[in-house]
């Protein structure tokens, strides 16, 4: 349902690492959740400095992303998905 909400409600429900990092708490082999913290990372290591100034005054300060903590996810995710 995410693209359908308003900016201001999806820029919060995506800044939110929160549940993400709930999930690998209770189970660190799961490869959805690494999956989704892989995107996560890197949508955000995406925002340009002007885009996440402009945001920044909108909706808050923006969480930083990075593309080395995308491909390590992803690589986690994969690897876990190649076990079973």
């Keep these: 349902m995410l693209p359908y909400l308003p900016t201001k409600e999806q820029v919060a429900a995506f800044a939110d690492q929160g549940s993400v990092d709930k999930a690998l708490a209770v189970d660190s082999h799961n490869d959805t959740a690494w ?11 995406e925002v340009s ?36």
């Design 35 to 45: 999956h989704v913290l892989g995107r996560w990372n890197r949508v955000f290591a």
């Design 49 to 84: 400095s002007a885009k996440r100034f402009v945001a920044g005054l909108i909706y808050g300060q923006l969480p930083k992303g990075s593309y080395e903590e995308a491909e390590r996810a992803m690589k986690k995710a994969i690897e876990l998905i190649q076990t079973v």
